[in-house]
């Protein structure tokens, strides 16, 4: 007998935690998308351990599509994170004030 | 139900006793001589040519990039070949589709320069 | 040999996002094909694939057609929406290509991202699958996150893009694991069959918490208080274009998820998720239309506007009734129409001005100097803040009216307040522009492009006409508001 299904939610829970706790405590951009990142492979786990649980593949082709829209948001994040570090900004999440009242 | 593991116990322990031993036996049986070619990262392979602290073209990220998005559409065909059998000629023309609208991205970042090298 | 007829493949309910699709991947050939100044027939292409995906709209009124596993739906509901996104899509693709040479911002990639986004917007309003609901959102917000950065060397285009990218991911990531949980509690991913098991089972606290982190995902992208934070900024940074598109557009594609989420699938459970639905309306209500008082930037006053006008459309689901569906759907077609007509018109004057021209004290004066532009934008402005005979007093009035019928006063009483004190900001942006201008002697007027003054007459008629007969879009509303799953 393998890990029952609800210690593989815990964790997925703890890992969505840490990834959220991540995006508001951090400041450079790169960080907090790989905090995002995190949140989402949290996810992805969570629907892997339910489709097992409960014995039925749409969790898994829930991940499937989480993993490939993820990746597409990770090269356009990437392509907008390098466009702002190209033009010479500080790396820094509190200095993007240009717009504030 | 432990107990059955206790073998495997004994076979860690011979591991990280092995390992150790491994790392430090040399320092006393052998002596130890000091060269330039001995600080490279490999001592065998490829002679760096430059310190490995320096700044990389972002043509490699470009190209990562677009590995890891025609990379993942892989995960698609995976299932769609365990199954393709079944699904006959349907699923050639399904998957006929989704390759061609990869392709057509293909086209688009071809014809873009993405994938032309340091010009 | 697997049998595929049980997989209810139809492809005729997805025949509109198919035919944009085709569209966007053909555009993004063509502009590999002819020469650079030739770009405006790009334009000419999406609207004509934007047409013909309106036509394609046109068999799924009145239809029932659930397809590909119970994943989407072709209804009036979607269909309804589909008008309404097509529309919008079309007209912004109109106004595109001069405000874009304006900027030095002319390729082709711009019509692609904005077909994409189309896409997702109306598979989201055909979805009736966890899994759908995703796929709409991210393609959507994958391509709005693009076109808000679109003007790559205007840092504010930048920053805009790299708030929404992460503030974006970040609801993203909540919204899924809403939907992680509500398939763990009910063991389905399709609207069909949550609400079945909820409807025989009730509902447990994992449900619960799911449909919490789905309702905050969802409110992101709806742009309704608390989850606004992104919305001044990226309204403001992002090419004007591109936010006339996302204001009216993404807001469609969130409501008619809303809809069919809350009132079609979780309509037994309605005593649960009334008070945080309540809750985001009243707070979006409030934060909308206080903030925006304070704002200078016409942008900026928009997009709180918008913030409030959320809350308007969400009182119309609080009842849980089909009769306050069919509200928030006018109300929907409404806004589609006045916003859009408020942000063309701010994207006429930046064409002229500049990037200042988006600031207030920029618009002193308008009705001297471009007596079109200020007369279209005295209509929008008098619509949104709900003056009759404009459709934004309809839109209102039935919003207002299940909210009596079920007895739900406070956010009635909060909703007339708010819209009163609505009215100082929508009316000092006219009186602004009736204001002399202080140099002497009167500026040389200045024209307006033909298709920019053509649509703008034709969305302040319709502002007008749907004001003086509302009863016929109510009654369609009312037609795609009957849902089942």
Not at chain 1, 28 to 38: G, H, Q
Not at chain 2, 17 to 29: E, K, N, R, S, T
Not at chain 2, 81 to 91: E, K, M
């Amino acid at each position: 007998m393998g890990v029952p299904a609800y210690e593989f939610l815990w964790l997925s829970g703890v890992l969505f935690t840490l990834g959220a706790i991540g995006v508001l405590i951090r400041r450079n951009p790169l960080v907090i998308f790989m905090c995002i990142e995190l949140m989402l492979n949290a996810v992805n786990l969570a629907f892997a351990a339910i489709s097992r649980y409960l014995n039925s593949l749409d969790g898994v082709a829930f991940a499937f599509l989480v993993i490939t829209v993820s990746a597409a948001e990770v090269v356009v994040g990437i392509a907008i994170i390098v466009q702002v570090y190209r033009a010479g900004r500080a790396m820094d999440v509190d200095e993007m004030d240009l717009m504030k009242e | 139900m432990l107990s059955d593991y206790f073998p495997l116990l004994i076979f860690l322990g011979a591991v990280v006793l092995f390992g150790l031993l491994a790392l430090f036996l040399p320092a006393f049986l052998a002596g130890s001589r000091q060269s330039a070619a001995k600080d490279l990262p490999y001592e065998c392979g490829i002679v760096p040519r430059s310190t490995a602290r320096r700044r990389f073209s972002v043509s490699f990220y470009l190209t990562a990039m677009l590995f890891i998005i025609f990379d993942v559409e892989a995960i698609f065909i995976y299932p769609w070949a365990v199954i393709l059998h079944g699904l006959r000629w349907f699923g050639i023309a399904e998957m006929g589709i989704f390759v061609a609208i990869l392709l057509v991205a293909l086209a688009y970042i071809w014809k873009k320069g993405a994938l032309e090298w340091g010009s | 040999m697997i049998d595929t007829s049980r997989l209810g493949i139809d492809y005729g309910v997805l025949l509109p996002e198919l035919v944009v699709t085709a569209t966007a991947l053909l555009v993004l050939v063509l502009d590999l094909l002819i020469p650079p100044g030739r770009r405006r027939w790009l334009a000419a292409v999406s609207a004509l694939g934007l047409l013909l995906a309106l036509l394609a709209t046109v068999p799924l009124w009145g239809a029932d057609r659930s397809a590909f596993s119970g994943t989407v739906i072709g209804d009036s509901f979607a269909a309804f929406f589909d008008v309404i996104l097509l529309s919008t899509g079309l007209l912004t693709v109109l106004i595109s290509p001069r405000f874009l040479r304006s900027l030095g911002l002319e390729y082709g990639e711009y019509y692609v991202l904005t077909l994409a986004a189309m896409a997702g917007m109306m598979l989201l309003a055909a979805a009736t699958s966890l899994m759908t609901i995703f796929l709409g959102i991210e393609l959507l917000s994958i391509a709005l996150y693009v076109l808000a950065g679109f003007a790559r060397r205007n840092l504010r285009s930048q920053e805009s893009a790299l708030k929404y990218l992460l503030l974006g991911g970040f609801a993203s990531g909540f919204l899924l694991y809403g939907m992680a949980l509500i398939y763990g509690a009910t063991g389905a991913t399709t609207l069909h069959g949550i609400a079945q098991f909820v409807g025989a089972s009730g509902s447990s606290v994992l449900l619960l918490v799911g449909i919490g982190f789905l309702v905050v995902g969802l409110a992101f992208k709806a742009s309704a208080a608390p989850f606004h934070m992104w919305t001044p900024d990226v309204y403001q940074g992002a090419p004007t274009v591109v936010t006339t598109f996302m204001s009216v557009a993404t807001k469609a594609a969130a409501f008619a998820v809303i809809g069919r989420v809350f009132v079609a699938a979780f309509p037994t459970i309605r005593a649960d998720w009334y008070f945080p639905l309540a809750f985001v309306a009243i707070v979006s209500l409030g934060i909308g239309n206080f903030v925006a008082i304070t704002q200078s930037n016409l942008k900026r006053l928009l997009a709180y506007s918008g913030i409030a006008q959320a809350g308007y459309i969400l009182l119309g689901i609080l009842p849980g009734s089909s009769e306050g569906l069919a509200a928030s759907l006018f109300y929907v077609a409404a806004y589609a129409v006045m916003n859009f007509g408020a942000f063309a018109v701010v994207t006429a004057v930046e064409t002229r001005v500049g990037e200042g021209g988006t600031e207030i004290p920029a618009w002193t004066g308008l009705f001297y100097r471009q007596p079109l532009l200020a007369t279209t934008m005295t209509v929008f402005m008098l619509s949104l803040a709900g003056i009759p005979p404009t459709v934004g007093f309809f839109a209102k009035l039935f919003v207002f009216r299940p909210l009596v019928e079920a007895q739900l006063w406070a956010p009635l009483a909060v909703a007339i307040v708010t819209t009163v004190i609505s009215f100082y900001y929508y009316l000092r942006v006219v009186v602004v522009m009736l204001t002399a201008p202080e140099e002497a002697g009167r500026p040389a007027r200045e024209p307006v492009s033909r298709v920019m003054g053509a649509i703008l007459v034709f969305c302040s008629i319709a502002t007008i006409v749907l004001g003086v007969f509302p009863t016929v879009v109510f009654d369609w509303a009312r037609t795609a508001a009957a849902l089942h799953l």
